[in-house]
């Protein structure tokens, strides 16, 4: 379950197969971190179906697993289990969006100013907390990547877009190169997904051979 700005409630329910009593059963609750490490950090029995678990820090475990142990010495059945819900505050979403503003060239002369820009939207329901950072590179012919300077934009909020505009000059960049942009770098503030937050572009700056 996750990630989350903030853990509130486990609601879990279920059944056993048979009238006469005979199931042993826990849920645990496992905090996952960043680097997908796993912790135990709660467990119900069956008479804590609804609880809280606002005291569970959703910025050192941004996800939860849920887990479920069931016993039955007598009859050797398992526990039905009907549903398990975690209720939380969920962090933004945030998207590259070319299809809204795209400025980009494969080829340019060399000593030309290169101009790059692209559309970046937050298509969640929620705002996201600080200013949003950029990450950009460029690597060159001899496979040289260079961390070029960016400042922080702007705090985007829910269903907002940032229109990104970055310029290159190209005098030191002969030959073929590959930028590389990426918003919200490191997962500097959670978001839902990271996998659509960046992209590749091949640049091909043209050599000078005129006198």
Not at 55 to 73: G, H, K, V
Not at 199 to 204: A, E, N, Q, S
């Amino acid at each position: 379950f996750g990630p989350a700005k903030k853990w509130k409630e486990l609601h879990w329910k279920g059944k056993s197969s048979e009238t006469v009593p005979g199931d042993n059963v826990m849920v645990s609750v496992l905090g996952v971190r960043n680097d997908n490490s796993t912790v135990l950090l709660k467990d119900f029995s069956m008479t804590e179906q609804d609880v809280d678990i606002s005291d569970i820090s959703a910025a050192e475990f941004p996800r939860l697993m849920l887990q479920m142990r069931n016993s039955d010495s007598i009859h050797y059945t398992p526990y039905q289990l009907d549903y398990w819900r975690v209720v939380y505050e969920p962090v933004p979403e945030g998207v590259l969006a070319p299809n809204l503003f795209l400025i980009s060239k494969d080829t340019i002369g060399f000593g030309q100013q290169l101009e790059f820009g692209i559309a970046f939207k937050n298509i969640s329901e929620i705002p996201f907390d600080s200013m949003m950072k950029v990450k950009v590179t460029l690597t060159d012919q001899n496979n040289v990547t260079h961390l070029l300077p960016v400042a922080d934009l702007k705090v985007l909020p829910a269903g907002d877009t940032i229109l990104f505009r970055y310029t290159i000059d190209t005098r030191n960049y002969a030959g073929a190169n590959t930028l590389f942009i990426e918003f919200n770098p490191d997962n500097h503030q959670a978001e839902q997904y990271h996998f659509n937050n960046f992209l590749y572009k091949t640049i091909y700056v043209a050599g000078d051979n005129t006198k």
